[in-house]
């Protein structure tokens, strides 16, 4: 009996004991490792603006004209001997998905002069040279794909060097300027038609800037002065090709 109380006495000394030491001892909480958060690959909006040069270029010009027809003027086809060259200058709005993907809406001025077609010496007085002045403002809806040159990602990540090829579809409002030979009236005007695009070019992804040199063929489908059946002046199948430098800017 005295053993049996002598134990019950030991344990209930040590349990007072542990807990006087326990509350002595300072706490520490347990650290719980919390895993970042993993949102994906983030999209961002930009700012574009653009410059370049240009070569205009078409199979033929129509006008209507009076060779042997008996007085009465018919559709004729004279075909340009010299290309057309010039300036764009652009700007636009866009967003990129983060995945390569990115789409925008850029509105470009075009000018470009010489396009030329001549008429030989049976046109009588409207015999000589024809160059066309054009001005016009291409409105189009782009999609581009960047590939990086290198580099962990498929895209063009901050500080690499990617790659990108691209469409687009719009209109083009066209206005042009006949020069014609001294005495000969071609009457100025212009036309809306459609116009679409094809995009390939590189390009450095600095972060919140990047810029690239590309080359962008547009076609057009048709230019006209617009003026009544007598005047008027059309050219089908257009090709404008560009080579431009753009800078984008991100602003999220």
Sequence with gaps: MRKLIAAIMVAGAALVGGQAIAADLPYYPPVIEIPDVDYGVQGSFYLRGSAGANALWAKEAYANECLACGGVPVKTAFPFTAMGYGYSVGAGIGYETGTGLRFDATVDYVGNEGLKVTKSAAYGARAGDYTVKLRSTIAL??????????GDHGYGAAGGAFGYVGAGAGAAFNNIDVTTPPGVVVP???????????????????????????YRGVYISQLSNGAAAADLVTSDHNWLHEVRGTIRYRFN
């Design 188 to 214: 100025s005007g212009g036309n809306t038609a459609f116009a679409a695009a094809g995009m390939v070019g590189a390009g450095y992804d600095f972060g919140a800037v990047v810029a690239d040199v590309g």
């Design 141 to 150: 809806a782009n999609v581009y794909y960047d590939f990086s040159f290198g």
